[in-house]
T-cell receptor, first 113, second 114 residues
């Protein structure tokens, strides 16, 4: 079955450490997205990409970086510059050029220890 | 500014007690309104897409409707397994890229007691 796989499910980061969250999809979708979800805040867009080797900043990109070297993969790095990284991170994908919604992964919960 | 507001923030119902969740939006050029269900610790699961005022979609005990300013998610005779957070999102013409990215509301947390 096609879908989006996020790994790991739980991730712990020490102060000053960079960590990378994985997102892989086999839906043949062109567009991929990273969202951050905090209690009471809703989903906030971090980065998105509509084509390989190109990506755009969302509303809260500071302290994060991404790459899009393959259509299927859109990893998110949470850098040490992100001062409050504890959150639930969601990856999504969609078809470009059609008015469809997003398909979401199961999420990664990142905690600073 | 494009904005999506969901109400109430939380809703507690008894099993069988029907009710509605509201999603109001102010966007320039609506290109679609989406409802998702999210269980704790999981990613949102797609429920419905609505594109134009007057449109309605149904799935089991859920029915979504759309006007020019808001959408309602009606829940008829809910069961405990309907307990979840329900998210509303809109695709606005000018928000990010040529197709417009989704703008999400903060969600309504629904609890259905047996």
């Amino acid at each position: 079955d096609g879908g989006i796989t996020q790994s790991p499910k739980y991730l712990f980061r020490k102060e000053g450490q960079n960590v990378t969250l994985s997102c892989e999809q086999n839906l043949n979708h062109d567009a991929m997205y990273w969202y951050r979800q905090d209690p009471g805040q809703g989903l906030r867009l971090i980065y998105y990409s509509q084509i390989v080797n190109d990506f755009q900043k969302g509303d809260i990109a500071e302290g994060y970086s991404v790459s899009r070297e393959k259509k299927e993969s859109f990893p998110l790095t949470v850098t040490s510059a992100q001062k409050n990284p504890t959150a639930f991170y969601l990856c999504a994908s969609s078809i470009v050029g059609r008015l469809y919604g997003y398909t979401f992964g199961s999420g990664t919960r990142l905690t600073v220890v | 500014e494009d904005q999506v507001t969901q109400s109430p923030e939380a809703l507690r119902l008894q099993e069988g007690e029907s009710s509605s969740l509201n999603c109001s939006y102010t966007v320039s050029g609506l290109r679609g309104l989406f409802w998702y269900r999210q269980d704790p610790g999981k990613g949102p699961e797609f429920l419905f897409t609505l594109y134009s005022a007057g449109e309605e979609k149904e799935k089991e005990r859920l029915k979504a409707t759309l006007t020019k300013k808001e959408s309602f998610l009606h829940i008829t005779a809910p069961k405990p397994e309907d307990s979840a957070t329900y998210l509303c999102a809109v695709r606005a013409m000018n928000y990010g890229g040529s197709q417009g990215n989704l703008i999400f509301g903060k969600g309504t947390k629904l609890s259905v007691k047996p």
